[in-house]
């Protein structure tokens, strides 16, 4: 059974530029969250989705926005990048229908750098 | 930031010996769940808890979840150089939670 998925791996952007990352799921996992991670500040919740409906938002600016799709895959984006945005951005997914409950697995990440 | 006090932050070990580390909180949880992480990529559930008092292993490693569901701890038994990572707890009740993360090092 394939993991969760995330595209790009790596990516470099400069600042005043979006970026939009890219999350496939778990086969069957309808649940799939984003976490940012730095290592000032950790693991942060950004928001999670579960068929097609952003259940819950962490406490990012409206710059951070995501969807997902009828098949489960969820995108992110960042609108207007800041330097303070180079993070590595998780995605995970998970079986469970109450928010953000049960077991989560994570993809591999994708690490953005503002230059 | 971190809503887990995760400790401790970092450990430098030989290899064969034990090692423990904990994650406390004001809040109550309804599960608890310890991630491996290695550089470059996402983490990887370890071992997940459900209940209040529940002891759980998995191989070398094993966790607890406190009576008081404010508490977990993870025991790794004869490390090996390969359990070298950074290590996470999460709290779950209506969201999820992560610990700051313990950064392993062993020593061959």
């Known amino acids: 059974k394939a993991g969760v998925t995330q595209t790009p791996r790596y990516l470099i952007k400069t600042r005043g530029q979006q970026v939009t990352l890219s999350c496939s799921p778990i086969s069957g996992h309808r649940s799939v969250s984003w976490y940012q991670q730095t290592p000032g500040q950790g693991l942060q919740f950004l928001f999670e989705y579960f068929s097609e409906t952003q259940r819950n938002k962490g406490n990012f600016p409206g710059r951070f926005s995501g969807r997902q799709f009828s098949n489960s895959r969820s995108e992110m984006n960042v609108s207007t990048l800041e330097l303070g945005d180079s993070a590595l951005y998780l995605c995970a997914s998970s079986l469970a229908t109450g928010f953000n409950t049960g077991e989560l697995f994570f993809g591999e990440g994708s690490r953005l750098t503002v230059l | ?108």
């Not at chain 2, 491996?36 to 490693?61: H, M």
């Open chain 2, 1 to 108: 930031g971190q809503q887990l006090n995760q400790s401790p932050q970092s450990m430098f070990i030989q290899e064969g010996e034990d090692v423990s580390m904990n994650c406390t909180s004001s809040s109550i949880f309804n599960t608890w769940l310890w991630y491996k992480q290695d550089p470059g990529e996402g983490p990887v559930l370890l071992i997940a808890l459900y209940k209040a008092g529940e002891l759980t292993s998995n191989g070398r490693l094993t966790a607890q979840f406190g009576i008081t569901r404010k508490d977990s701890f993870l025991n790794i038994s004869a490390s090996i150089p390969s359990d070298v990572g950074i290590y996470f707890c999460a709290g779950q009740r209506n969201d999820m939670r992560f610990g700051a993360g313990t950064r392993l090092t062993v020593k061959p």
